[in-house]
């Protein structure tokens, strides 16, 4: 059973940079699409990013277009999200889910997806 586990969120100054982690155990991430997705209480929960299994396709939400960079590393098992000049509006819990299918632009979806990690805090704050 594929299980992913988030890393690298914490507390940064606004025009900070975070690089997010997502690893993953069981299954090989080889067949996989992956999103990243974030929430913050109260709001539903946004696609803000997501990788064909290949890595050859990237999908991004306009709010972040430019500032992050979503990639992959399938002999590591692991997919990245390369954060930068972050803003305090990208506060949230983030999580990367996984769905094996690619579905294009809808990808970034959250009901797509059927396998989550726990997420991982991300603060922007001076």
């Known amino acids: 059973q594929l299980v992913l586990v988030e890393s690298g969120g914490g507390l940064v100054q606004p025009g900070g940079s975070l690089r997010l982690s997502c690893a993953a155990s069981?299954?090989?991430?080889?067949?996989?699409?992956i999103g990243w997705f974030r929430q913050v209480p109260g709001k539903e929960r946004e696609g803000v990013s997501c990788?064909?299994?290949?890595?050859?396709?990237?999908k991004y939400a306009d709010s972040v277009k430019g500032r992050l960079t979503i990639s992959r590393d399938n002999a590591k098992n692991t997919v990245y999200l390369q954060m930068n000049s972050l803003k305090p509006e990208d506060t949230a819990v983030y999580y990367c889910?996984?769905?094996?299918?690619?579905?294009?632009?809808?990808?970034?979806?959250?009901?797509?997806?059927?396998?989550w990690g726990q997420g991982t805090q991300v603060t922007v704050s001076s």
């Open positions: 069981g299954s090989t991430l080889d067949y996989y699409a």
């Open positions: 990788i064909s299994s290949g890595g050859s396709i990237t």
């Open positions: 889910a996984a769905v094996r299918r690619w579905y294009g632009t809808r990808n970034l979806q959250a009901e797509l997806y059927d396998n």
